[in-house]
């Protein structure tokens, strides 16, 4: 059966070494060696919302293996998608996802997927419907380039940490919630939850307030990986305490799930948040006043985190976007490599 | 003089025959052999239109030759163009298709052009003067990515017939018109009327009214290839008749010609013919009740085919969008492959 | 020190000579000879405008020495991006320039960057912040492919010249402003006259008023680059008198710098002087008649220059365009090639 990554859910703590030891080995050996586990291999990109880092570092990576990225952009350069089994197709989309997973399989070796969610309905987006309905036609695998969870961000950010750290095990990680003005997704948040609670860090969420805590599905999943490493995930509304003797710091905005759709209604709190920014005065509550600080990108400067606070020496924020490409490298190889 | 491929009506059937054997090949030693047919060279993808199948494949194709697809859209990421002689350049253009041609060129060596028609006025829209512009400016081959026929999904249908059916002399194919929401154009129309009377078939042109009747220019050559062949061409109103003993049906929505620009009138004609979705009951009636179903994509669901249609053993839909890519390596080895 | 190609105010004419030399032998050996300078090495293409001939050239030149680009356009596929330093971020950007260039500089060995001034104040547009930050960021060499100047397009002109004239020194070239329904950027105009001069021409710069005269940054290079060659930088606004014995005719439209941001108030100039449009008439006054003409592409036919003129033997359109990619090719290989 096709091994599709659509979440680190259903990855084991050991494959995830193995992809993060084999990307170490890609990155050390970049330049040096022409590498060809792809060889005319094709990959289809598929984005459904936009991208830089992503498109640029799987583009790159698949032609660093030989192969090709052909990039997709339904509704915009190509036609609007239909995910609903059965529906009588009258309205705007003009093909099924089963056809146009069912074909690309037949081009192509794999199938990436970004699909964000409607923020209209949580108990509908929290399906993840449309990379689902790719993973249920595709013949070939289907990767997650970020749904509601962003497992190649996950990679990165596992690695990044390695190569700081060392062992991770028993260290403590924050994963912080900053304001942003619009309620963004919730996907890389659950993402650094459940990654450093696999990994075995004592995991902290910090967020306003309860109602900002994260789905239940993430929330046990962590709990489970904190307990399979004999860790623990604690969630906390005090900002000082959350980043007392932190080892790192991860900053993400998102919205909180019991306003999905009445944004309007959620406005208020995030804006009266707007002061757990990342800063010095927080970060100097660290472990030693040193420890790490990452955030995916895009970032807005003096919003998540303050100028000082990105450019400092203990900013992984650069190294975990590279990190992106080494990771994807590794990750296609182990799906679709002639080596595999 | 430089070969383009604007249409089949100038390739001969021994021609047509030849790639889509050479076609057969490639398929079958797709993963087994790479090629280098298309080593060092460029292909410029010139989409004014949408594209999933077309640009992926076309893209996977050159690339598992050796070369390099750039995709441009006039418009979107480049200038907006005039194809018009003489003009006094002073409204949206930027640019005259002259210029474009001959500068892609020098660039590349093959221009493939995907232009709709305006679906304005008739009269115009079948000058196809987009493409044949290009093809007047450009000194390389320029090739149809679909204008008003679709030659490229000719030749997969007709390598799909003949992977299903062999011989295609004298079996009845039906080209039926179905229903959707909006007029859309008529070129795969055409192109599947004007390929099947090529490859031999007998074929039935099954539409609502004498109006849906295709221009004169594929009816007429549709009739000469059948009568080369010693078959018929028959227009046919009554779809019970039209499917009886068909080995094939092809669907495919149109809009009315009488009405090019007037489509308001024609909606009610085409509303009152949603009956003539490709359903069990009508393929039932096809030989032996086991007919071959196909229809080019993007294809809405349960409006032009119901699922059960689409999803049945009979269903071409997918191998038949596979293998444009088969086809179209064919055709790009056959116009500017080392070894043409 | 990372050597960018920003403009070439900085870049000797012996250094120029040399890219024009490399140019050359590429162009003469392209399809003789397979290139393997950017083997395994990425190009990032980051459009903020549109392109056509920029896209194609640059992509099929790194293709063609086995490298690979990546186009990306942020604000369409990608995000917005803020360039200002120390910025509170709560605006439409979503991520600061310094990331954007960090992260690419690990992926890629060069980003090369289209960005057009605002037309809103030309105090702040001829600062060029976006490429200089860009520049200030990267870690890699960063590339204009137009901005406040359009260097590409001076090297593919300085080329095609050398290429119909051998030597340049001591000939008369005329950069002759054109009506356009819109001001355009001056860029062009910037380019042509300064490496004119440094090519060694006698240069004169034919304008509607002193107002169209171009920004005294480039006045001024212009007149020490023709200085140090023994030759002269003239303005004028008389027609005949300008066009009388000049070896070359270059055309572009231009808003007047004076007028930027109130654009209605410089129409009405610019709409007086349509007669400026390059015509037979006024290429009879050139040298023996038989001067020589150009225009970078897109080019709006009747309004800048008549059909006869843009199509006679004298016209150097097409291969000026075509140049681009030899010279970009001459260019890369300086920058980012294996044997550099």
Same sequence: chains 1, 2, 3.
């Avoid at 952009?73 to 059965?86: L, M, N, Q, V």
């Avoid at 529906?87 to 074909?103: F, W």
């Avoid at 955030?295 to 807005?300: D, E, G, V």
Wanted: aromatic share 8%; proline share 4%; charged share 25%.
């Amino acid at each position: 059966m096709t091994r599709h990554f659509l979440s680190t859910l259903d990855w084991s703590r050991a494959e995830i070494e193995a992809l993060l030891a084999d990307a170490s080995e890609l990155k050390a050996t970049r330049r040096a060696v022409r590498r060809n586990d792809l060889a005319g291999k094709s990959v289809a990109l598929v984005f459904f919302n936009p991208s830089l880092r992503t498109r640029s570092s799987f583009e790159i990576g698949v032609f660093e293996m030989g192969g090709h990225a052909v990039v997709l952009e339904p509704g915009k350069g190509a036609w609007p998608i239909e995910y609903r089994d059965g529906v009588v197709m009258d309205g705007e989309a003009e093909e099924h996802v089963e056809e146009v997973a069912r074909v690309l399989s037949r081009y192509c070796d794999l199938i990436a997927v970004r699909a964000f969610p409607k923020f209209q309905r949580w108990e509908d987006d929290r399906e993840d419907a449309v990379i689902q309905a790719f993973a249920k036609y595709a013949t070939v695998p289907v990767l997650n380039m970020e749904t509601i969870t962003h497992p190649c961000q996950e990679l990165a950010l596992a690695l990044t940490l390695r190569e700081r750290l060392g062992t991770t095990d028993g260290k403590k990680l924050v994963v912080t919630w900053t304001y942003h003005p619009r309620p963004l997704n919730t996907a890389v948040a659950n993402s650094a939850l459940i990654i450093a609670a696999k990994m075995g860090f004592d995991v902290t969420l910090l967020c306003p307030t309860p109602e900002y805590v994260l789905d239940a599905r993430y929330m046990d999943a962590a709990r489970t990986f904190a307990k399979e490493n004999g860790r623990s995930v604690t969630v906390s509304h005090d900002v000082d305490a959350a980043y007392r003797d932190a080892h790192v710091v991860y900053a993400k905005s998102w919205g909180a799930l019991p306003y999905f759709g009445r944004w309007d209604e959620e406005k208020p709190i995030r804006d009266a948040h707007k002061h757990f920014i990342v800063d010095e005065r927080k970060m100097a509550l660290t472990l030693e006043g040193n420890g790490l600080f990452s955030h995916c990108l895009p970032m807005r400067r003096n919003v998540k985190a303050t100028d000082a606070v990105v450019r400092s020496p203990s900013s992984l924020v650069i190294d975990e976007a590279e990190n992106r490409l080494h990771v994807q490298k590794a990750l296609l190889r182990r799906l679709i490599g002639d080596a595999k």
